[in-house]
C-alpha cells in the first residue's frame, strides 16, 4: 500500500534531555513561576517589564551553546527527508531545536522565540537580544516588541494548515506532551476520526494515552529514533 503522509506533533518532552525544561513535570517551569504571571496578554499588560525578563532569560538559555537538537530531533528531520510521502511537524514548543536538526515542514504553533512581534505595525522580526531593554521594531522603526509566542486565550497559529494536515495523514504521532494544553491535545480526536494510526511516544503514559492506537514509553532520545527506525524499515 503506497505510503501515507504523517502529522507529528511534539511537545516540550522532546527537548528535556537537550537541557531545556518541560512545563508541567515536577522540575517543570509551571513549579516556579505562575501562568497568570507570564503567559497571558492580561500579564504582558500588567506589567511587560516581568514577562519580557522571563522569555529574556529563556531565550539566553535557548542561545547557550550546550543546548543542541538531540537524537530525537534528528530522527524526525531523518523520517521527513526518508519517508516517500509528506511529513508535518506541528511543534508547540518555540525553541528552534526541530530547525537545527533539518526539519523543514514545520508549523511553531506556539510562536517562536528567536522572534519579535511589533505592537504598532505587526511585523514580525528575528530577535536574539533581550527585549528589555527593548530595541526598536526593525520594520516600523518605532513599536515596541514583545516575544512572538502564544499566550493563553490568543490563538494559535497554522490552525488552518494543521487542520488541513492531520484530515490527509494516515498516522498521526504526540511526542513528548502532555496533554493539557488546547487545541494541540484535541488533534489526536481529530485524527482518529480520519481513521489515522495514532501512536503516542513520551516518557510516561500521558493523560490522554488511552486516546491512542498504541503508545510507546521512555526518554525521546531513546523511542524516537526506534520508531522511525521501525517505520522507515516498513515494519512501523
Ligand atoms: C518527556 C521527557 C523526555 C519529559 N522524553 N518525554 C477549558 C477547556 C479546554 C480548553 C480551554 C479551557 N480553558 C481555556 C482553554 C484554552 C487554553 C487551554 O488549553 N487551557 C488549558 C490549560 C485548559 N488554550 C489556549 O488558550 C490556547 N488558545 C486557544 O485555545 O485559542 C482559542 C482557539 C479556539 C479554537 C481553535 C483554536 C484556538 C493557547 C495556548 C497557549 C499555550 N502557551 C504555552 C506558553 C507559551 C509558549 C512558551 O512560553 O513556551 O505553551 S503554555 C505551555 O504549555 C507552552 C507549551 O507549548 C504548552 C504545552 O506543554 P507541553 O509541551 O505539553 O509540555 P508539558 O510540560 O505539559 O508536558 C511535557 C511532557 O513531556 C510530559 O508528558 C512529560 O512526561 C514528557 N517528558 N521528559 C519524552 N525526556
Known amino acids: 500500500m503506497a505510503a501515507r503522509p504523517i502529522v507529528v506533533l511534539t511537545g516540550a518532552g522532546i527537548s528535556r534531555e537537550s537541557g531545556l525544561h518541560t512545563f508541567r ?14 503567559a497571558t496578554p492580561e500579564a504582558f499588560a500588567r506589567d511587560p517589564a516581568r514577562v519580557q525578563a522571563f522569555y529574556d532569560a529563556r531565550r539566553r538559555g535557548l542561545l547557550d551553546p550546550a543546548v ?12 521527513e527527508r526518508e519517508w516517500p510521502a509528506p511529513v508535518l511537524v506541528v511543534t508547540q514548543n518555540i525553541d528552534d531545536l526541530h530547525e537545527r536538526a533539518g526539519s523543514r515542514a514545520l508549523v511553531h504553533m506556539h510562536g517562536e522565540l528567536l522572534k519579535a512581534r511589533c505592537l504598532a505595525c505587526g511585523a514580525v522580526s528575528p530577535v536574539r537580544q533581550d527585549l528589555a531593554p527593548g530595541p526598536a521594531c ?79 514509553y521512555g526518554p525521546a532520545t531513546r523511542v524516537v529514533p526506534d520508531f522511525v527506525e521501525r517505520l522507515l524499515a516498513g515494519a512501523g
Open 138 to 216: 526593525p520594520a516600523c522603526g518605532n513599536g515596541p516588541l514583545r516575544p512572538h509566542v502564544v499566550w493563553f486565550g490568543e490563538m494559535p497559529l497554522g490552525m488552518e494548515a494543521i487542520g488541513a494536515a492531520i484530515d490527509g495523514c494516515g498516522l498521526f504521532v504526540a511526542i513528548g506532551t502532555s496533554g493539557n494544553v488546547y487545541p494541540a491535545a484535541g488533534f489526536v480526536a481529530q485524527a482518529r476520526r480520519r481513521r489515522a494510526r495514532t501512536v503516542e511516544l513520551n516518557l510516561e503514559r500521558s493523560q490522554g494515552a488511552h486516546l491512542f492506537d498504541e503508545g510507546h
Open 25 to 38: 513535570d515536577a522540575d517543570g517551569i509551571w513549579a516556579s513561576v505562575r501562568i497568570e504571571d507570564v
Open 68 to 79: 543542541r537538537p538531540n537524537a530525537a530531533h534528528d530522527a524526525l528531520a531523518r523520517l
